[in-house]
Structures are given as structure tokens and as C-alpha cells.
């Protein structure tokens, strides 16, 4: 079995100003990869929340965070051949994805879809509680983009299996 491939980001807050500074890829093979993001000069937003829940600063982002530019390149590469990705929080990440590539003076060669459309009921009424178990197994980091893609990823397989 072929498993989708999974897409998830990490972002300085939600709403109005918001940008993406990690994203991660859990691939159909299963392996996983993130990048994060140097935030542009105009991307100032920041909300201290947000950082609480995924651990990363603003100045390690700026230390260590890759060019939006080669971000999307790299996303670009990844995801062309396949021609799609699979988020659980599709509103978000999509607005993020989008801006990412507009910053980046690209187009994406991948379209984004919302997980939910590869779901069937049985595994809606599974999902939260496969998750959960998951997560406890596994001692799963939360609010990492690798670590999240991974853990859709498995919970995917997983419901369709019980």
C-alpha cells in the first residue's frame, strides 16, 4: 500500500500577519524531512503562544532557517512528481504554502488537499482516538512539522487497518 503523503506546518501564530516558519513532509515510504524558515524583514509577527507550543524562536529561526526562496524549491522537488500533499488543517497551511510561494517569486509545481477528502467514515469515528494511542506509543513530539506530518501519516494507516 502506497501511503499519501503527508504536509504540515508550523507558524509564527494564526490569523492576520501569520507567516510559516517550519514545514514538514512525512513521504509515502514513510521516511520524514522538515526545513524551517528564515522569516523575511516584513514577516514580524509573533505570538508568543504559538512559540510555547512549538518550541521554536524567533532567532533560531534566523540562526538556523533555510531562504523562503530555497524552501520552496525544495518543495517544489519533493512533491512535483507525486503532484499533491495531504494537510490536516488544509486552511491554514494552504494560506501559508500560499504565501510562501508568493515571497518566493514561485509558483507551486504540487497542489495541497485537505486529509479529510482520503477518509472514510469508519476512520473519522477512529481517527482521534488512534491518534491519541499513537502518540502515547510512540512519545511523539507535538507541534514539530516532521513529527506531525509523521504522526497523520501513521494514524492514516493505522484506521484503515482496525
Known sequence: MT????????ASGFGRGS???EI???RADGSVCAFLIQPLDEWTHWDP???LLHGISRNRLQREGYPVRQVACWLNDELSDIGIAYSDSWGY????LSLLFHHAGMLPAFRLEAL????SEAQLER???TKETIIREQGIL???AGEDALLLQQTYQRTLTL
Open 3 to 10: 501511503l499519501p503523503t503527508l504536509l504540515d506546518i508550523e
Open 19 to 21: 507567516y510559516p516558519i
Open 24 to 26: 514538514g513532509l512525512a
Open 49 to 51: 503562544k504559538a512559540e
Open 93 to 96: 497551511d494552504n494560506t501559508w
Open 116 to 119: 479529510r477528502r482520503l477518509l
Open 127 to 129: 481517527w482521534s482516538d
Open 142 to 144: 507535538r507541534h514539530r
